[in-house]
């Protein structure tokens, strides 16, 4: 199989910089690296291609050389060119400075994704095992009616979060026992794991990177220093609450370990579709349907509203289908504060599918006299808007 020009490789052109040139690398190395594609063959070919690549145009006498006489004028320079297969020294011990280079300053760059993604790097300390860590926050899902969303409740929930060991106390020891070097790691809290051609280093598994073991683990935690219990609490619920809302208890998580804070629970709010009403915001919407008369004629009716109370409310004379009214103060109180939102309400105006005789007879004499007092034309389609 012919070898692909190095340009067209990294997907980069001729005159490309070194910054680009990495860029495109790691982004490659990132796509086709083994430990990403355990077994694919293809994307393993595809790896030691890029890397061939990087290796040479990163090269301030190689690059030269190549963009002059292209493969030719490899041969004999370390075998990069040619048939002399290809050597990754100095491509893999730049490895961690492409990522951290490319991360743009100090902390959270691309050597911490490169890390996350390959199992960890030699360049992460160690944590201490007598060093403070705080608990996991957790989230908890509930499910609320819309009418508690809009008026506030109290929810009891239930649970499961680790505490303190009680036997141990959170040393995860039985009582006499010693921390020893781990002998899987010999204390660096960090193994090293080859993955073909290309070595990672990792937390450790045995002593998750503390560099220490307990030699007599407690046998309650089992060594964690943390027990799984089940807990119940009441939840206060705010009044205006809306779907997705966040409500955070502070240190009622997962305990923390070596004298470390609690994480929080968060409760996430899920709030159930209402059968008559919607929100939008702070305010509420319903339809009512009324009749051809209580339209035309106009009439007071009472609107049920969301909590039980009647409101009353006058249809205005010759209130047309679809029209929609607000009632000030009606709607969902404002969080936090006081007030509350609007109501706003859509006249459905019902037109009679069953009608008795005297219903017709009424209807065929007001038929008659609108046809005695006005003739159909087309209106403006505007006025329908």
């Known amino acids: 199989m012919a070898k692909r020009d190095y340009y067209e490789v990294l ?63 490899l041969d004999g320079m370390g075998g990069m060119g040619g048939g002399g297969g290809a050597q990754y020294s100095h491509a893999f011990h730049d490895f961690a400075d492409i990522f951290g280079s490319m991360g743009g300053g100090g902390g959270g760059g691309f ?66 026992s010693k921390r020893r070097t781990c002998s899987a790691c010999g204390g660096t809290g960090q193994v090293r794991r080859s993955a073909g051609f290309f070595a990672v280093q990792q937390t450790c598994p045995t002593c998750r990177g503390a560099g220490t073991v307990i030699d007599k683990p407690c046998s309650t935690c089992h060594g964690a220093g943390v027990e799984e219990k089940s807990k119940r609490m009441t939840l206060t619920i705010p009044a205006g609450v809306d779907d997705g809302r966040r409500i955070t208890v502070p240190h009622q998580g997962d305990a923390g370990k070596n004298g470390g804070a609690a994480g929080d629970l968060i409760v996430v709010l899920h709030v159930e579709p209402h059968e008559y009403f919607e929100r939008d915001g702070q305010d509420l919407y319903c339809a009512v349907p009324v009749t051809i008369a209580q339209a035309a004629l106009g009439e007071t009716i009472f609107i049920t509203s969301l909590d039980g109370k009647k409101i009353e409310f006058k249809i205005p004379e010759g209130t047309t289908n679809g029209k929609l009214y607000r009632i000030k103060g009606e709607g969902i109180p404002y969080s936090g504060r006081s007030g509350k939102g609007d109501l706003y309400v859509k006249i459905i105006v019902q037109t009679p599918t069953h009608l008795s005789s005297a219903q017709k007879k009424l209807l065929q004499e007001y038929a008659e006299l609108e046809r005695a007092t006005t003739s159909p034309s087309c209106i403006p389609l505007a006025s329908l808007r």
């Open 11 to 73: 997907g980069i052109q001729k005159g490309a910089d070194k910054d680009e040139i990495k860029k495109a690398y790691r982004k490659l190395a990132i796509k086709y690296h083994p430990d990403r594609n355990p077994g694919d063959k293809e994307a393993e070919e595809k790896f030691k291609e890029a890397t061939e690549a990087y290796e040479i145009l990163s090269d301030d006498q190689k690059r030269p050389i190549y963009d002059q006489y292209g493969f030719a004028g």
């Open 111 to 176: 050597g911490d994704i490169f890390e996350n993604i390959f199992g960890g790097g030699g360049r992460s300390r160690s944590r201490s095992a007598t060093d403070p860590m705080q608990g996991q926050s957790l989230r908890y899902d509930l499910n609320i009616s819309f009418k508690d969303a809009v008026y506030g409740t109290k929810a009891e929930i239930k649970f499961q979060h680790n505490e303190t060991c009680s036997a141990c106390n959170g040393t995860g020891g039985a009582k006499g």
